[in-house]
């Protein structure tokens, strides 16, 4: 009889775990549609706030403060978003802000629609990456088609400027003074506009001083620094005319203001 061979099983290498991170399709499709859900949560917030028959929210901060408004980055910035790519549609509408000063809840509403196709396309098997190609093909058209419709705007012409600031106007709070508060726009711009570089115009130069007890049709533009000064005390002078104003510095720089 020929002797008997016990064989010892070979112990195949550990893969410390490695295969299942890349094996596993699961993971990025879960975190894609919790980006989505959550951006889309967003657009759905400020969505009833967008148009002329948008309806206003009224948001409560902290610290009690009531702010009532239908500006798509106004009720963004009251909001606390934590979740990443809701923030991300947040510093959306703040661009759209400082660059247009307009438009503010239109890009928020079209980026929350553009994600729900993509979301849809993604559900039927398409690559992310060519969505992401044919939105980029999408946006480069759509750019030339807004140069090809666009009308040069005149800035000397204050009638036209005016009925572009009224049309803003229409949709805010204050949309029935627009006759009032959009040639007054019109006129603080042009005053601190560069004729040099007419499409860069720094609005922090602009400050927007809010008093109490009045009405909007008591709002006045006023052509130079406004400095408020509190009342020296009880029985103090209120108003005093052709005052003496004492400057310590020889050059007065601009001052920092909020719009």
Known sequence: MAPAVKSAPIAAPKSHGMGPKFTE?????????SNICA????????RTSLGPRGMDKMIQAADGEVTITNDGATILKQMSVIHPT????????????????????????????LLDAAEKMLNIGIHPTTISDSFQRAAAHAMQVLEEMSTPVDLENDEELIKLASTSLNSKVVSQH????A???VKAVKRIIDVESPDNVNLNMIKLVKKLGETVEESELIDGALIEQKS????????IEKAKIGLIQFQISPPKTDF
């Open 25 to 33: 399709k699961e993971k990025p499709a879960s975190v894609r549609t």
């Open 39 to 46: 951006a889309k949560s967003v657009a759905d917030a400020v």
């Open 86 to 113: 809701a923030r991300m549609l947040v510093e959306l509408s703040k661009a759209q802000d400082i660059e247009a000063g307009d438009g503010t809840t239109s890009v928020v509403v079209m980026a929350g629609a």
């Open 178 to 181: 627009s006759w009032l508060l």
């Open 183 to 185: 040639p007054m726009a």
């Open 232 to 239: 020296m005390g009880h029985g103090g002078p209120s108003r």
